[in-house]
């Protein structure tokens, strides 16, 4: 496909337009966009159709939207097991929430240490930490699990300690390393200045640091929060009480029972669990995609 | 998760540190800031010991034991090299399990990142609407392992699913694809490659990257479109596609929700979606076989750690840094 395009004719003077690169006609990219979207999409909207569908037609309706609006799955599923999902929404509520926390506060310290202070052995610690981001959680959980389970922490009382001592002890390496290479970016020149107002380094990271990295804890906070909410291999290996179950512990018990007539519940229990994560993609697109481009981080 | 590479700490000694510390100001706050550093570090040192390494270490020794999580530390007994003999000469499941997640890896993995590269061109240009086309992309990636979509994903692929239905418009019988076992696995795979958003955000962020008079200067020399994007595009983002390979792969050989869901947990149908963590989990917490299950962990991190290394080793032939020494 050589075909002659105006550049190849008038290079020399116009400075070159940037317009111009793996052009191709644009209503052809625009036609074939449009059926990538559909492809796309069309889980879920299949998802959402299917949640919104009575019994009866989930079997004889194969069309993406049902004929009959009928929203008696999400009252059915809301209450399909012993424990409501208003319990499950809330534990998994509480395992995110407490994660966000725990992840900014600990790793926005540990970040700091790494960004600018000065200390014996920073470099080899440094390079422990970007070791661990390497590591798969499938390694740690059999011993984690056997570690707290030791402790008598499994299944104890608060439940979700396993979950969420590692989030306050910055094992999130990633997080770390964001925020690192965030403060990086931030004038050394505010410290100096507030050294020489007499501030010390905890003066600096309260007064300085902890204020500007505000961006980089709200990306922290997004990312730990649609992942915690997501997170499912945690979750199952830690809880094991059905009041304790988080959303997505929940949603498996709906297979366990695999009778076609939960098929509805489930949908719609399984649309009510993407709900906050697709809020949060709502409100955040902009942010999230520009995210991942910068710093690698993965959906 | 991430490979950035950034700026290494590392390189600077001791002794340049200590230089720097002096050019910046009064040496007096040298000593209260090693200090300091050690506090602000000390969450991430407890972590690193109490959840990271000794974790580690005990997983280590128990891998050499038949640790059951029933009986007492005190009786545990030591086996040697049984749990690594067994799982390469004697545990024909543990092979299998090994040879889906292989197959998984290397048919998703690239076909997910030619469809993301594939849309990454067709996006690569400003124009109205774009930034829509990039979040929808990107929803998929988003919503990623969750279970809720696995849910939706087995269902779709089920007989009365909405594939099949799909099917029917062209006059095709579809089957049961999640139960046959001969499809399980292809579902997940696609499942995998619909997720192609995360790294097309990527490859978006590599194109921007490529000086236009590149091509500029390519279509002065009369290269076409397809030697463009063979002889411009293709060099200028190998760090990008390389970036990518490497993440993905690793994404995948862990991939454990999707598969957990089809199969209820069992790695069925036939055990044809056996990914490695699946087989890991149901023999340390339904087996309770937490000896063996160790092994397997360290095997599986030993093998991402080969893996890497020899992405690395052979990227230097193929991947280009425009600031680099090659070319």
Redesign the interface.
């Known amino acids: 496909?050589?075909?002659v395009?105006p550049?190849?004719v008038a290079?020399t003077t116009a400075p070159?337009s940037?317009?111009?690169?793996?052009?191709?006609r644009?209503v052809l990219?625009l036609l074939?966009?449009v059926a990538?979207?559909a492809?796309?999409?069309?889980?879920?909207i299949?998802?959402v159709g299917?949640s919104l569908k009575s019994q009866e037609e989930?079997?004889n309706n194969?069309?993406?939207l049902p004929e009959r609006f009928s929203p008696g799955n999400y009252t059915a599923g809301w209450s399909n097991f012993d424990v409501s999902f208003g319990r499950f929404f809330l534990n998994s509520t509480m395992v995110s929430l407490f994660t966000v926390v725990g992840n900014g506060?600990?790793c926005l310290?540990?970040a700091?240490?790494?960004a600018r202070?000065?200390?014996?052995l920073?470099?080899?610690?440094?390079?422990?930490?970007?070791g661990?981001?390497?590591?798969?959680q499938?390694?740690?959980?059999?011993?984690?699990?056997?570690?707290f389970?030791?402790l008598g922490l499994v299944g104890g009382e608060w439940p979700y300690l396993p979950l969420l001592?590692?989030q306050?002890?910055?094992?999130e390496a990633?997080f770390?390393?964001l925020m690192?290479?965030f403060m990086?970016g931030v004038p050394?020149e505010l410290d100096?200045a507030a050294?020489i107002d007499g501030a010390?380094?905890?003066g600096i990271?309260r007064h300085i640091i902890l204020p500007l990295s505000r961006p980089a804890l709200v990306t922290t906070a997004i990312f730990s929060f649609?992942w915690t909410?997501?997170?499912?291999?945690r979750q199952?290996?830690f809880l094991s009480q059905l009041e304790d179950y988080t959303?997505?512990?929940a949603?498996?018990l709906?297979?366990?029972s695999?009778s076609q007539s939960a098929?509805g519940p489930?949908?719609a229990?399984?649309?009510l669990?993407?709900l906050p994560?697709?809020l949060f993609?709502v409100a955040f697109?902009?942010m999230?995609?520009e995210g991942?481009?910068?710093?690698?981080?993965?959906? | 998760?991430?490979?950035?590479t950034?700026?290494?700490?590392?390189?600077?000694?001791?002794g340049s540190?200590?230089t720097?510390?002096d050019r910046?100001?009064p040496g007096r706050?040298?000593h209260?800031?090693?200090?300091?550093?050690?506090v602000?570090?000390s969450?991430?040192?407890?972590?690193?010991m109490?959840?990271?390494a000794?974790?580690?270490l005990?997983?280590l020794y128990?891998s050499f034991t038949n640790?059951d999580?029933l009986t007492p530390?005190s009786e545990v007994e030591w086996v040697g090299l049984a749990n690594y003999e067994r799982m390469f000469t004697a545990d024909p499941s543990y092979w299998h399990a090994v040879r889906v997640t292989v197959t998984f890896a290397v048919i998703a993995v690239p076909l997910k990142l030619a469809a993301a590269l594939g849309?990454a061109?067709?996006?690569?240009?400003?124009?109205r609407g774009v930034?829509l086309?990039?979040?929808?992309?990107?929803?998929?990636?988003?919503?990623?392992?969750?279970?809720?979509?696995a849910?939706?994903?087995v269902?779709?692929f089920n007989r009365?699913g909405?594939f099949n239905?799909l099917l029917?418009l062209f006059g095709i019988t579809g089957k049961p694809w999640v139960n046959d076992p001969d499809w399980a696995l292809e579902t997940l795979m696609v499942l995998a490659i619909?997720?192609f958003?995360?790294p097309m955000?990527?490859f978006?962020?590599g194109l921007k990257q490529v000086p236009?008079?590149l091509?500029?200067a390519a279509?002065?020399d009369?290269a076409?479109?397809?030697r463009?994007?063979r002889n411009v595009?293709l060099p200028m983002l190998s760090p990008v596609i390389f970036?990518n390979l490497v993440?993905e792969t690793?994404?995948g050989?862990?991939g454990?929700?999707a598969a957990?869901?089809l199969s209820?947990?069992t790695g069925g149908p036939v055990d044809s979606t056996l990914m490695y963590?699946l087989n890991?989990?149901i023999t340390?917490?339904t087996e309770l076989n937490?000896g063996y299950?160790?092994a397997m962990?360290?095997v599986?991190?030993l093998a991402?750690?080969v893996i890497?290394a020899i992405f690395f080793s052979t990227g230097r032939f193929w991947v280009h840094y425009s600031d680099g020494e090659d070319r």
């Open positions: 496909m050589v075909t395009t550049t190849t290079p070159p940037p317009r111009r690169r793996q052009g191709g644009p990219r074939i966009l990538i979207v492809v796309v999409l069309y889980p879920l299949w998802m299917t989930i079997v194969v069309g993406l506060l600990s310290l540990a700091y240490a790494f202070l000065r200390f014996r920073r470099g080899m610690w440094f390079a422990v930490m970007i661990t981001l390497l590591l798969p499938h390694v740690l959980i059999v011993p984690q699990y056997i570690l389970r030791t001592i590692p306050f002890l910055a094992t990633f770390v390393f690192v290479q990086r050394r100096e050294r010390g380094p905890f990271f649609i909410w997501n997170d499912f291999f199952l290996v959303v997505p512990v949603l498996t709906f297979i366990d695999t098929v489930m949908f229990m399984s649309v669990s993407l994560v697709f993609f697109q902009r999230l995609v991942i481009n910068t710093s690698g981080i993965k959906g | 998760m991430a490979l950035t950034a700026p290494d700490p590392t390189r600077r000694g001791p540190a200590r720097h510390a910046r100001g706050l040298r209260s800031e090693g200090l300091a550093g050690y602000f570090l969450p991430w040192l407890i972590g690193l109490g959840v990271t000794i974790p580690m005990l997983s128990l640790y999580i530390f849309v061109l067709l996006l690569n240009r400003a124009w930034g086309f990039r979040g929808l992309f990107y929803l998929p990636s988003l919503l990623g392992g969750s279970v809720a979509l849910i939706v994903w269902n779709m009365d909405a239905s029917s619909w997720q958003g995360a955000v990527i978006l962020a236009t008079e091509y500029e279509s002065v009369g076409g479109r397809f463009q994007f595009t970036f993440l690793i994404n050989f862990q454990f929700t957990f869901v209820n947990g963590t890991l989990y340390g917490f937490m299950a160790s962990a360290w599986f991190l991402i750690a890497t």
